[in-house]
């Protein structure tokens, strides 16, 4: 079973400053996908960032990088140079091996964390 | 862009009621998906569909079924609608080649009274 876990209900920024939104996984798949989503008090739900488990480098999209640490079980999101914009929910997610087409990409998702910036 | 829509952004209905909400997608994706959204448990798969017909248990599909009868819509239906069925209700669809990015639609907000 995959399990991810955000524990971090809430997280405050200055505007223009950078925040890191933690989150670590479980899971005994050799092979997963690692995803961030942003949900604002609109409900959708906005793709940020992608990692694959054999990514040799972090990944990156604009001022979102995913800090991957693979030992650890980690995939923490960090925003760099924050705007009030990016006041949020963040979810990360976790999709299994396709390997043997069983899982057809289904996503388990983390608890949540609602980032507020701050003027 | 691949665009999903489902037929209501807020639903109430009584307790008893048979409910269907409806998601289309247009990007001929052949995987589907239900999710539910509660505060504090983040989102939970009810159901996924991934062809035509075919449908599997997610990880809460007690007092849910689903339809898909055409590849582009996917229906969840309640049989007989409860108060803890009260959510939010969101359907995503996923290409079954790239596995990557799922496209969400806008959400359902259901009130069940």
């Known amino acids: 079973a995959q399990k991810i876990t955000q524990t971090q209900p809430g997280m405050f920024v200055q505007e223009k400053e950078a925040v890191t939104l933690d989150c670590t996984y479980d899971t005994s798949d050799p092979s997963y996908g690692l995803f961030w989503y942003k949900q604002p008090s609109s409900g959708e739900m906005i793709f940020l960032i992608y990692q694959g488990s054999y990514d040799q480098q972090n990944a990156t999209e604009g001022r979102y990088s995913l800090n991957f640490q693979k030992a650890r079980k980690s995939a923490n999101l960090v925003i760099s140079a924050s705007q009030l914009g990016d006041s949020a929910m963040y979810f990360c997610?976790?999709?299994?091996?396709?390997?043997?087409?069983?899982?057809?990409?289904?996503?388990?998702f983390g608890q949540g964390t609602i980032l507020t910036v701050h003027p | 862009d691949v665009k999903v829509t489902q037929s209501s952004r807020y639903l109430v209905k009584r307790t008893g009621e048979k409910v269907f909400l409806e998601c289309v997608q247009d990007m001929d994706h052949e995987n589907m998906f239900w999710y539910r959204q509660d505060p504090g448990l983040g989102l939970r798969l009810i159901y996924f569909?991934?062809?035509?017909?075919?449908?599997e248990k997610g990880d809460i599909p007690e007092g849910y079924s689903v339809s898909r009868e055409k590849k582009e819509r996917f229906s969840l239906i309640l049989e007989s609608a409860s108060t803890n069925q009260t959510s939010m209700y969101l359907c995503a669809t996923l290409s079954g080649t790239t596995y990557n990015e799922q496209f969400f639609g806008p959400g359902t907000r259901l009130t069940v009274l």
């Open positions: 997610a976790m999709r299994g091996s396709n390997a043997g087409g069983t899982s057809y990409g289904k996503l388990t």
């Open positions: 569909s991934y062809d035509v017909k075919m449908k």
